[in-house]
């Protein structure tokens, strides 16, 4: 099943990211799919703030992964951004799933790269419309999810 909705602005993206992070908990993974600038990173933000991550959150591009602390020992943000790995061996050289027992993993570009590093990774789809602010998301999760989203 698939949740979708349309936001109208990068305040509006965020929240929802809040939203759905704060139905999530360590061990999960969520595939970020979308255009460059369509708010992937603005989206992790907004998981980040629901899980009270120190500092700033902003886009692994060159980096590839960041780890982000939990100040209330939630769980920690694992960002990853796989625009520019191309084979499963550059993404097992990054030991993600050595880190997924206390974490959330959140993974831009990582369609199909990492899809099987858990049973039922969130998938959600950011398209940017033609207005700037304007964004069509597509969040597919499982059934226990997605009813707390609507």
Do not use: C
């Not at 590839?64 to 100040?71: F, G, N, V």
């Not at 993600?96 to 990492?114: N, Y």
């Not at 700037?132 to 009813?147: C, F, K, P, Y």
């Amino acid at each position: 099943m698939v949740f979708k909705t349309t936001t109208k602005s990068n305040k509006e993206t965020k929240e929802l990211g809040a939203k759905l992070g704060k139905l999530l908990k360590a061990g999960d993974a969520v595939l970020l799919d979308g255009e460059l600038g369509a708010g992937k990173t603005t989206f992790t933000q907004g998981i980040a703030s629901s899980l009270n991550i120190k500092g700033e959150v902003t886009s692994p591009t060159f980096v590839i992964a960041r780890e982000h602390k939990s100040l209330d020992n939630k769980a920690n943000l694992v960002h990853v951004d796989a625009y520019r790995l191309s084979t499963l061996a550059e993404i097992s050289q990054l030991d993600l799933t050595s880190d997924l027992e206390e974490s959330i993993l959140v993974v831009e570009w990582g369609k199909g790269l990492v899809n099987d590093l858990v049973d039922q990774p969130i998938k959600v789809r950011i398209i940017h419309s033609d207005n700037e602010n304007e964004r069509e998301i597509e969040i597919d999760a499982t059934d226990e999810i997605l009813g707390k989203l609507k």
